[in-house]
């Protein structure tokens, strides 16, 4: 008979504690699946066993009992110890943390195991001839696997230099000393590619693939193939960094800097940090790649914390694309009020001619930014957030890409009555209607959420590409990441400015890395590619330091910049958001958070308090929303974040509030 202490599976902060039952089962386990009676009714509820005890330590009258273990679900004690560190973390709730170890879905009813990808087939490949700088990256990893000693590796290669072989060699090593390895991609759209490689090397039986794309069935069935040992690695985007492997020995982190690692979403967690636990516990690698590096890696590689390895040649040898900058200023003056350039369309057209493929990168999906009343300037706003809507043409509608209301255009002012009301602004959308009226003889192509929406069909118009049926590809970030195509002669950037204007201190380096990594897909086969890039800031440090593929100047640039100002990686930074229906009762609540944080962090730590203030997205479904900005510098986020969970638990604890409390720790988002 053990005494044991859950947590159950209750969606609210009311039940965030761990509770003891009596359990008549020896053989219960830390991390089992139990079912219990919970509350006065006694109603069954699902729960995980998170600490076991021969007695207790003092007398709990009515001890319930536990009445039955579930005999498939489970977790691992790393993954337990994992959810208790998140928990303190990131300030979720046990449950939050546990979902992300646990399966979504559940078995077959007929039996049937549904195994995505298994039937395809694949070209055999073997492993490749590295070049001095692969090898000498490989070389690095491998004591660290052989000796089983954590570490984290801090792989920063241009463009098209062989990370991917780095990644499957280390794999290899690591499967053939009887290791498992999380291979972990920033998209979706890059998985089908990276599987393809993965199985073609490795074969389909010792790979599993988890991603939100698969069918909640192929989810369930994919965990439990993992959760027997059926498999030796596992693909996905971040949530995969939670498969549930044992013996643990390399996690690879492709492409480490992009802003989707980071959940947007309860438990807001950092795949990096996750990756980097994980790794702890089981005395293994990480491999971070990366380009264009996130300043935080590089910073912390500079510092020591991570081993950093350069690759400053592509595989091939084929140098890097020549990049050209275009004032679009210039255009104007000279009267071409056209989203392309001179010298884009004089590129796009020789490069066709060659028959080579284009990609044009532009960071804004739909037709256009806004639509707005010439007369008297009106702007179709979304009815529940107060944002401008985007507008849609092949829907001849107007979406909120935050809550997604829809509304039809008008054909005249709702304010006026007059009928000059107009689309402005240029998305994905206007520029394949306008690639396709000045190029018609070839086949264009659009990647963005829009036309990606359905399951398959990423892989369709990325397939389309890859065989080269399509001549031009437009998109938005989705194809400015990790693609590998031999066949792009040309990438056309068509506003650079897009992400430099957001309001957001990474502007400025998510503008560099979406550039280079753009570029990147230019010239990947045996031919130097080329990459023109539209903006109207063209002598900003981030869009000429990515022209001249000088990640160094941009690094040395920013971080004075950073340092300055005590932003990360020199802080963490904690955004609190506090959400209503009454904008005053948001407001308020905001500020008496800060107050309370202030009491309690002590009177010194108010110069580290900003706020409250109106969110960006001052409203969103309804709710207004007012922020706290909170520095948080080295040695003090333990402390911060003690004070702000138990700020957080007396507001969600309370049955009267009629607001909302979010904390996001280093978001990669303040709007």
Known sequence: MKYVNVVIDNNTDHTDNLYTYLCEDDNVK????VYVPF??????????????????????????????????????????????????????????????FTPAGSSSKRGRIRTPYQEAVYEQSVAKKLTGEQQEAVQAVRPYLKGREHKVFLIHGVTSSGKTEIYMQVIADCINRGRAAIMLVPEISLTPQTIDRFIGRFGAEQIAVLHSKLSMGERYDEWMRIKKG???IVIGARSAVFAPLSNIGVIVLDEEHETTYKSDMTPKYDTIEVAVRRAKRNRAAVLLGSATPSLVSAYKAEQGEYQRIILTERFNKTPLPDVEIIDMREELKN?????????????????????????????????????????????????????????????????????????????VCPVCGGKYIRHFGTGTEKVEEVTKEIFPEYTVDRLDLDTASKKGSIDKILNSFRRGKTNILIGTQLVAKGLDFSNVGLVGIIS?????????????????????????????????????????????????????????????????????IGYPPFSDLIQIVLSSEKEQEAYERCRQVAADFIRDAGKSEERYVFGPQAAPMNKIKGLYRYQLLIKCFPGKRKEYTNILNEIKMGINTDRGTKYFISIDINPYSFL
């Open 39 to 100: 509350a006065r009714g006694n109603r069954i509820r699902e729960a995980y066993v998170f600490q076991i005890a021969d007695r207790l330590t003092e007398e709990i009258k009515g001890i319930k009992t536990i009445e039955g273990i579930d005999p498939e679900i489970s977790l691992d004690e790393d993954a337990v110890a994992t959810c208790v560190w998140m928990k303190r973390q990131y300030l979720c709730r046990y449950i939050d943390a546990i979902k992300c």
């Open 230 to 232: 059926k498999v030796k």
């Open 496 to 564: 650079a400015d897009v992400s430099l204007n957001v309001p957001d201190f990474r502007s400025s380096e998510r503008t560099f890395q979406l550039i280079t990594q753009a570029a990147g897909r230019a010239g990947r086969g045996s031919v130097k590619g080329k990459v023109l890039i539209q903006t109207y800031n063209p002598e900003h440090y981030s869009i000429v330091a990515a022209a001249e593929h000088d990640y160094a100047a941009f690094y040395r640039a920013e971080t004075m910049i950073r340092k300055q």
């Open 335 to 411: 009267g071409n009020k056209s989203i392309f350039s001179v010298s884009l369309y004089q590129e796009m057209k020789r490069t066709l001619e060659e028959k080579k493929q284009v990609i044009l990168f532009l960071n804004r999906r739909g037709y256009a930014t806004f639509v707005s009343c010439r007369s008297c300037g009106y702007v179709m706003k979304c009815k529940e957030c107060g944002i401008s809507l985007t507008y849609h043409k092949s829907r001849n509608e107007a979406i909120c890409h935050f809550c997604g209301c829809r509304e039809r255009v008008p054909s």
């Open 30 to 33: 830390v991390g089992n699946k």
